[in-house]
């Protein structure tokens, strides 16, 4: 369907339709929504890990003037254990409300209980320190060894692992265990003649995107409400919002502000359904907006996972066994991605035997949210890092080694189907041809390769195009823009009526004047709503068509289009774009064109990266000093905004690697909650992050589009661990690798 | 507490505002003069979505109190390009694809005009550690570097 | 004939790994595996996400089978 074309548009790095918005700072985000009358709400945390709530007491901050209403769990009308779509796999709404304001129990450091609202912030804070609660504080468990030994506390005493040969009675730490097999592991290991394992440690890190999660809401008597926040997914905001608030979708009107920033953090909702209860029960709309010590606290960082790894193969490299066991926390409800990292850790080999075992364990941290390709990131680090050990235990080149074995087309996955086109074979061949490769290390420099798979996402999308009698027109999609998507929309909705990109203005619209789309996460937005663009686009042009024939009194077939005009095949006339719409009101009316999808046929991106480092030994320091990021696009829409996709998810999958940890104290208490000492990337600890885009087209997209926001964080918790292990000399199985830890490794190894 | 009445100058436009003590400049340009463009990240000084400048000095805007700002020259985002031009550094951000979801562009904005100001020729390690107290999280900084690098060559140039 | 193939879950409770079913859309095709499984509910499949022919469908329920299909069923996955 889509192999190498010449495209009029597709291909540019044309400039984004909202970026003066962007750099002038006139574009608003989810702060800056200012309504009259509004005032502000604030919530209280729990300052303990693990406690039961013996008494509630909100009198005094209710009297307090200029405290308008208060908030509690209480407030939710009773909600049924049903599942709910938000973003992240299936969560239990009474898990989803129990999170947002706690009920009886707090299960993390900074768990919500109370809302505030009153006429200032200051106001809203004092009340607060007003609020009575007694708590009766309970043993936290903050590890997966911990949480899964006998006699742990329990958080949930209704918690019975699923999952398991026999149904079990008694009450447990862990929600779900999980398997994935293919062959026969046994046999496997049995035919290997060389066998790595390790077990490997990644902490609890952040998407740490740098805007708050922040909302305005209005609540109206005569329930139409309104809420303005920062989204992934502002369909998503309404589906969870009406549903724990009891109210009817068509009632519940959510508009997505520009968003700085969610990576998977902003899928879900913390502040919009307490803010709308605050604003009902003040008959006033209410800002909430979460400082940074309450994002770090109170959201959902990415799960902190310890794993065993082992590999066999034969002398020759070719792998015959591969075998995992994760246990991933879930924070203090179930539900972490460890399903994802069990189907995508082996992904990247066509092996015949594998068997992976893995644990959705819950413990007193925060509960867990998507975070970038979530799940797959932590398990690669282990595969990856074994991959390169097995390399260096045989003799090989990694590169080489991982091309005898890389899966294709074909390759039969763990988790079901077989691989379609796929091109890991063309990031690998690229890895070993380029620059980088070919540079020497000096002297305590190491490098490290790493591959990683992610599936991609399709799902729903809406839009229409509405062109204006001057030929212009408004690309009206539901995909919020966090990384420069418009820009694609734009290109993708230009090509087939052939007229120039910036005659089309691309918005975001909200959930009551664009129809249903799910949110903008699983690297789904350029393929899906792309793919909707595309046929919203088709759709124009046969209208177009149309148009020209009805004013000719031809048929339709009688009319081509080419090069932004309609051409009478049955005679010489043409028509512009523009002149059909100037008299499109006296033909049928103004012209709009729509697709509405269900989008099928995402296909995978695999990515390669390379990274050189030099350690200072005398005190563990790590540098990165070259990087490069290689990954399959299918078809880069607006390839410099692929590259900064690459780009990004290499820094993040960069600081995870080098530095960034969440840091518990022994009661369970976040000890780390600024970006002072959780400590993400800044300009100076990097070098230029080059990259290589493959394009291996995925048949099923009409351009060939595969998504490519997540894989980029996948490959480099091991290519940066790796390429310590190669610079001190001494293996590596916990991240991250921070001064003290690489300090104490190459101690240790003295 | 009464507020009290403060008289300075945002972006050479002499400006009265009235705030409560306690109130930082990010609140009162956010919230009592509705100037949205700077942004606040955390709060704390640590992230640069505020950057601001006071008196020509680059600032965090929320480690200044609002009542600091009397009598002082206040520079931010909206002072920067005038209404139907963008500046160079503007510019260069959109052409080299500096940003990606845009928070923090306001702050790098006016740091990297700060920074081409005292250092109209700087090298990428002294652009580098000029911005480090500026966090970008989707960008990886690759394309913002090279973003300022080119906008001081041009400003250079155009000198 | 289409060959089913079941999810790694699937399987506990049909104790095969896979199945051959005749059926012209995804909606009989369901209806055929609850009838033969019964420990797999509706609800439960139409949990899952499929693949026919390799290509990932979420939410099917009308996608036609052809007679020489290969489908596979997997769990939803999300992304960020």
Known sequence: MSEAREFKYIGQSTIRPDGFDKVTGRANYGADLALPGMIWGKILRSPHAHANIKSLDTRRAEALPGVLAVATHSDFPSVSDQAIESGEGSLTLLDLARNVLAKDKVLYHGHAIVAVAAKTAAIAEQALALIDIEYEVLKPVLDVREAMAAGAPLLHADMFTQGLPEKPTTASNVATRLEFKMGDIEAGFSAAEVVVEREFYTPTAHQGYIEPHACTVRFEKDGQSMIWCSTQGHFDVRASTAKLLGMELGKLKVIASEIGGGFGGKTTVYLEPVALILSRKSGRPVKMIMNRDEVFKATGPGSATRSWVKIGAKKDGSITAMQGRLAYEAGAFKGSPVMMGCMTAFTPYAVANMYVEGFDVVVNKAKVAAYRAPGAPQAEFAVEMLINELAVKLGRDPIDLRLQNAAKEGTQTIYGPKLKRVGLVECLEAARDSKHYQQALAENQGRGVAAGFWFNVGGQSSVHINMNPDGTGTIVEGSPDIGGSRASMQMMAAERPCIAPSLLKPIIGDTENVAFSAGTGGSRTTFATGMAVIEAAEDVVAQMKQRAASLWNVTAEQVDWADGVAINLAGEERLSLAEICASADRTGGQISGRGNINARGAGPSFAVHLCDVDVDKDTGKVDVVRYTAIQDAGKAIHPKYVEGQYQGGAVQGIGWALNEEYIYSKEGLLENAGFLDYRVPVASDLPMIDTIIVEVPNNFHPYGVRGVGESGIIPPLAAVGYAVEDAIGVPVTDLPLSPPRVFGLIQGSR | ?159 | MARVTFSSEQQRYTNEVACEVSAADYRELIDHITQRYPALSRADLLQMAIAIDGEIIHQPLLERIEPNSEIHFFHFVAGG
């Open chain 2, 1 to 159: 507490m009464a507020k009290i009445h403060i008289t300075t100058s945002i972006n050479g436009e002499a400006t009265e505002f009235l705030c409560e003590p306690h109130e930082t400049l990010l609140d009162v340009l956010r919230n009592d003069l509705q100037m949205t463009g700077t942004k606040e990240g955390c709060g704390s000084g640590d992230c640069g979505a505020c950057s601001v400048t006071v008196d020509g000095r680059l600032t965090c805007a929320c480690l200044v109190l609002g009542v600091e700002a009397a009598g002082r020259e206040i520079g931010t985002i909206e002072g920067i390009g005038s209404s139907d031009k963008l500046s160079i550094i503007q510019e260069k951000f959109l052409e080299h694809a500096a940003l990606q979801c845009g928070i923090c562009t306001p702050g790098l904005v006016v740091s990297a005009q700060a920074l081409i100001e005292q250092n109209p020729n700087p090298t990428e390690a002294e652009a580098r550690y000029f911005l480090a107290g500026n966090l970008c999280r989707c960008t990886g900084y690759d394309k913002i570097i090279r973003a300022v690098l080119d906008a001081a060559a041009t400003m250079r140039g155009a000198a």
